[in-house]
């Protein structure tokens, strides 16, 4: 039996937004079979939620604070605060909001 999908909610602070950041974070997870959306919020942040396996939310999480990040994340992250809950509704794809 496998294990049930998570959810991964990120805010992730920093020059993140006008620089392709929520593109790259759409790559990336993709890449790593997520679902779930990139948005810019109104205070400059960019909110990530992403489901799927536990172990491609902790690849994700661990590109957005700069782990291994090939190709190089653009913008600048200053900070990743972030969420792990179980999973809700369900996603088509990930896209950029």
Known sequence: MSEPDIRLTAWV??????????????C????????????????????????????AGE????????GDSWPSRPGRVDKVVADWSPSQERFD?????
């Open 13 to 26: 602070h920093g020059k993140v937004q006008g620089v392709g950041f929520r593109w790259w974070t759409r």
């Open 28 to 55: 990336r997870a993709l890449e790593l079979g997520l679902t779930g959306y990139a948005a810019n919020q109104a205070d400059g942040r960019v909110l990530v939620v992403a489901q799927g396996h536990r172990e």
């Open 59 to 66: 690849k994700l999480l661990a590109l957005l604070e700069g």
């Open 93 to 97: 794809g990930f896209v950029e909001r």
